[in-house]
T-cell receptor, first 118, second 111 residues
Framework: GAVVSQHPSWVICKSGTSVKIECRSL??????MFWYRQFPKQSLMLMAT?????????EQGVEKDKFLINHASLTLSTLTVTSAHPEDSSFYIC??????????????FGPGTRLTVL | GQQLNQSPQSMFIQEGEDVSMNCTSS?????WLWYKQDPGEGPVLLIA?????ELTSNGRLTAQFGITRKDSFLNISASIPSDVGIYFC???????????FGQGTRLTINP
């Protein structure tokens, strides 16, 4: 299957600092990438949908000024958590939509980034 | 919005047993995907389904796209310890970009 990487895999930062997480599709071009947040023992919660070259579409309740998303190329999207606070500590996972034939595209996930804000 | 009901929420089985889990929706989907997630990792795609009635296998795993397009099931035969993890179903309605996820099924295997 297609490979999606995320960097860093984990990060610890002080409250008030900003953290950038990178998501790359390694062997395919992804016109659409997604950012999820996952709390312990819960399902994935979609934060935003990112289309290359355009502004991200945020889900209801997700602060766009807090979670900045940039999708500058077909293989790279970044999520920046600005002025991070302890309540932003979570597991952040990106995914990329891989094109297939008509009606057969699928979605592959990165390995996730564990963010801990002290 | 769309919701997926995944059941069971958890399963405790003996090694070698077969496993079955399913997802149902109030909406019609045109894509069903099944993922497995290990602790601290991202979900890994197991099986993708695109047509109503489609039955697809991946080794010991078999999944089906329900005829009504509102449900899907995943079966695991002859479970082994490495099958332990959380399994998620996900569906996409026609024309939508985003997936809707089930709540997950946590599988525990007793050796």
């Amino acid at each position: 299957g297609a490979v999606v990487s995320q960097h860093p895999s984990w990060v610890i930062c002080k409250s008030g600092t900003s953290v950038k997480i990178e998501c790359r599709s390694l062997d395919f071009q992804a016109t659409t990438m997604f950012w999820y947040r996952q709390f312990p023992k819960q399902s994935l919660m979609l934060m935003a949908t990112s289309n290359e070259g355009s502004k991200a579409t945020y889900e209801q309740g997700v602060e766009k000024d807090k979670f900045l998303i940039n999708h500058a190329s077909l293989t790279l999207s970044t999520l920046t958590v600005t002025s991070a606070h302890p309540e932003d500590s979570s597991f952040y996972i990106c995914s990329a939509r891989a094109p297939g034939g008509p009606g057969t595209d699928t979605q592959y996930f990165g390995p996730g980034t564990r963010l801990t804000v002290l | 919005g769309q919701q997926l009901n995944q059941s069971p929420q958890s399963m405790f089985i003996q090694e070698g047993e077969d496993v079955s889990m399913n997802c149902t929706s109030s909406s019609i989907f045109n894509t069903w995907l099944w993922y497995k997630q290990d602790p601290g990792e991202g979900p890994v795609l197991l099986i993708a389904l695109y047509k109503a009635g489609e039955l697809t296998s991946n080794g010991r795993l078999t999944a089906q796209f329900g005829i009504t397009r509102k449900d899907s099931f995943l079966n695991i035969s002859a479970s082994i310890p490495s099958d332990v993890g959380i399994y998620f179903c996900a569906g996409r309605i026609q024309g939508a970009q985003k997936l809707v996820f089930g709540q997950g099924t946590r599988l525990t295997i007793n050796p």
